[in-house]
């Protein structure tokens, strides 16, 4: 995995898990495996598990092994692995960036960001997406063509809360049905995993940032998505929207044509096959102004 900060700091790493999943999805006998791991009531069962008093012992040595700074989280006592896993930030920790014209990332997470082309298609390491499969709604996806689909991928090690990436009125959610395949990049190579996950979305209509879609997908072990505000309402820029409990999963974010002008060190990381490492808060883009035609006297009249 090929991972980058927004100073220009570069790590490489693939570590047992990254590992255990490539052979899972690439060998024989791994994806026989996997028709019954996908299944919704394995990650019911592990949601289960992972909600019982027992599972509060495996904490510690989990907050350990990850390099969780423990410090910069709400204090409490855990009951479970799933108490711990849904932790509350300290809000000083996550700083929101001002200004209505600014987005901000809903989460924490590993971030790319691609071109959604005019015939609604976008390309995630050699895997086509079509935001007709994702929606399921050819009518909406007209809507992002030729705009920007962006991914934060979270693994276990980060913080599981998600907020709204803009001041704005959100519509109804709606919730898509499916299987729950691993996020990890090494299942990307050979399934359309963000096609096939459950998953649920609303749309943000904005005042500078056109209608924003937010869309949370579930993912292998990740028994359920909680989001807070069911139908329609207002809602401010960093109120949170949301959490999910056990496993890695993803937000992905749908961006008008011409309405948004993400950041170009994310474009760049992204083409250069980089995930950016981000922050929730932390800005990604900023409004898309029309462009300017003629000279300033022109302009004027003068």
């Known amino acids: 995995m090929k991972y980058i900060d927004r100073k220009g700091n570069i790590s490489i790493e693939e570590n047992s898990q990254d590992k255990f999943l490539r052979h899972l999805y690439a060998d ?25 008093p027992l599972s509060a012992m495996v904490v510690p040595g989990f907050a350990a092994r990850n390099g969780i700074d423990m410090s910069e989280y709400q204090e409490e006592a855990y009951h479970s692995y799933n108490d711990f896993f849904t932790r509350k930030i300290r809000p000083e ?36 997406y079509t935001l007709r499969q994702l929606l399921r709604n050819p009518k909406l996806a007209q809507r992002y063509q030729n705009g920007y689909a962006v991914l934060i991928r979270l693994t276990v090690d980060n913080y599981h809360r998600y907020c709204y990436v803009a001041e704005g009125v959100k519509s109804s959610n709606v919730h898509l049905e499916g299987c729950f395949h691993t996020v990890n990049p090494a299942a990307n190579d050979h399934v359309a995993v963000y096609q096939e996950n459950a998953r649920e979305y609303t749309l943000l209509q904005t005042p500078c940032l056109g209608t924003i ?41 749908l961006l008008q044509h011409g309405k948004v002008r993400p950041d170009f060190d994310l474009l760049e990381n992204t083409e250069n096959g980089y995930e950016t490492f981000i922050k929730m808060g932390e800005r990604i883009g900023e409004q898309k102004l029309p462009k300017r035609t003629g000279s300033a006297s022109a302009r004027t009249g003068k």
Do not use: W
Not at 97 to 124: E, M
Not at 227 to 237: I, M, T
């Open 93 to 128: 920790k996550r700083p929101i960036a001002q200004g209505r014209n600014i987005l901000v990332s809903p989460c924490d997470g590993k971030l790319s960001i691609y071109r959604i082309s005019h015939d609604s298609r976008f390309c995630i390491k050699d895997t086509e």
């Open 28 to 52: 024989r006998g791994g994806r026989l495996c996997l028709r019954v791991l996908v299944q919704p009531f394995v990650s019911k069962l592990a949601g289960a598990v992972l909600n019982s």
């Open 213 to 253: 879609l937010m869309m949370e997908v579930g993912a292998m072990m990740v028994g359920k998505i909680h989001n807070h505000h069911k139908g329609p309402r207002k809602v401010d820029k960093g109120e949170e929207k949301g959490y999910f409990e056990f496993g890695g999963s993803t937000v992905v974010l």
